[in-house]
């Protein structure tokens, strides 16, 4: 039997960030990154074809810092709407104190992260992250 490959939805306003997860993730066999947004905004908009399609990601990655709609604004949505609240959400920032972590775990984050220096803590942070979803 074939485990089912885990799909990622990933918001950063950062294009190296999204580069370094795009990397990590190219050679996996049991993930894959369903989508790269900029803002919570065009998250909403991916998130509609998606679940249009049937689609939907495994886990949603959030930047934190974000211009139009930050994370802790686009979790409050996913977390609010009956189509998406199913869906584990990670927050993660360079500035993510213990009022970050306090404020998002109310709103139904799964886990709040700093965001790490180098490439080998990003792969270490995105295996935390899939600790999540692992069946």
Do not use: W
């Not at 919570?40 to 998130?47: A, Q, R, T, V, W």
């Not at 927050?91 to 799964?110: P, R």
């Not at 490439?119 to 600790?131: A, G, T, W």
């Amino acid at each position: 039997m074939l485990n089912k490959i885990k799909m990622i939805l990933l918001a950063d306003d950062d294009a190296d960030d999204r580069g370094i997860f795009e990397q990590i993730l190219q050679d996996r066999k049991d993930v894959a990154l369903l989508g790269a947004v900029e803002n919570g905004l065009e998250l909403i908009d991916f998130l509609k074809i998606a679940s249009d399609k049937h689609e939907l990601p495994d886990l949603i990655v959030l930047d934190h810092n974000m211009p139009r709609m930050n994370g802790r604004q686009t979790l409050g949505f996913l977390k609010s709407s009956e189509i998406y609240t199913h869906i584990p959400v990670i927050i993660y920032s360079t500035n993510s104190d213990g009022k970050l972590a306090e404020e998002c775990a109310s709103l139904g984050a799964s886990m709040v992260a700093s965001k790490p220096a180098g490439y080998d803590e990003y792969e270490e942070m995105i295996n935390q992250f899939l600790k999540i979803i692992a069946v």
